[in-house]
């Protein structure tokens, strides 16, 4: 019974498509997020939502688009794929908000984007 | 701008030794810290945490001392086990945490 699931774990599309990786916690948190691991290891996050409410988004192009239709389950639609979105998604839920002590992030085991 | 940074890619220590992996950070705000632990094809796993009132927290073989006059921190693992070996991730921060990119620790049997 993993904690933080995401499907699917590889992806490999074309330029100009569209796809989605989806991501569901059964840790009962109420913040979930998606952060980017790109070629240079940089793991950087992306959104970040709070009960179904965003509370961050970095700046992502609008083609990232985060949906949350209830706080176990987080997905990310991206449209129009671009050879630089090329990374491995990871997302990642918490008991609270960043920066709240005791409160760490629990990540899933990532989603290996190819874009071709 | 890397706010966060390991500036050791990579790091071998003998099984039974001491292994020492290292993080800088730039800004002065960041309250709280936290290290992970990542093997291949997983996703990164929390090991231990400290907040900036704090230069000290230990969890059995782990311990991370934090220096906040000198913005780093630092792990410890004692004994270092063939296990141990993964990449180590150190990230810092206030209502969002900065990661660095990571040492490599090959703890060698």
């Known amino acids: 019974d993993t904690a933080v699931s995401q499907t699917p774990k590889y992806l490999v599309t074309q330029m100009g498509n569209d796809k989605s990786i989806k991501c569901e916690q059964n840790?009962?948190?109420?913040?979930m997020y998606w952060y980017k691991q790109d070629s240079k290891k940089f793991l950087k996050i992306m959104f970040s939502y709070n009960n179904k409410e965003l509370i961050i988004n970095e700046t992502v192009p609008n083609r990232f688009s985060p949906k949350s239709p209830d706080k176990a389950h987080l997905n990310l639609h991206i449209n129009s794929l671009e050879l630089g979105d090329s990374a491995v998604y990871f997302c990642?839920?918490?008991?609270?908000?960043?920066?709240?002590?005791?409160?760490?992030?629990?990540f899933g085991n990532g989603t290996r984007l190819t874009v071709t | 701008d890397q706010q966060v940074k390991q500036n050791s890619p990579s790091l071998s220590v003998q099984e039974g030794r001491i292994s020492i992996l290292n993080c800088d950070y730039t800004?002065?705000?960041?309250?709280?810290f936290l290290w992970y632990k990542k093997y291949p094809a997983e996703g990164p796993t929390f090991l231990i945490s400290i907040s900036s009132i704090k230069d000290k927290n230990e969890d059995g073989r782990f311990t991370v001392f934090l220096n906040k006059s000198a913005k780093h921190l630092s792990l410890h693992i004692v004994p270092s086990q063939p296990g141990d070996s993964a990449v180590y991730f150190c990230?810092?921060?206030?209502?969002?945490?900065?990661f660095g990119t990571g040492t490599r620790l090959k703890v060698l049997a």
């Open positions: 840790l009962g948190h109420d913040t």
């Open positions: 990642a839920s918490s008991q609270e908000g960043q920066g709240a002590f005791n409160s760490p992030l629990h």
């Open positions: 800004n002065s705000m960041f309250d709280y």
């Open positions: 990230a810092g921060g206030t209502y969002k945490y900065i």
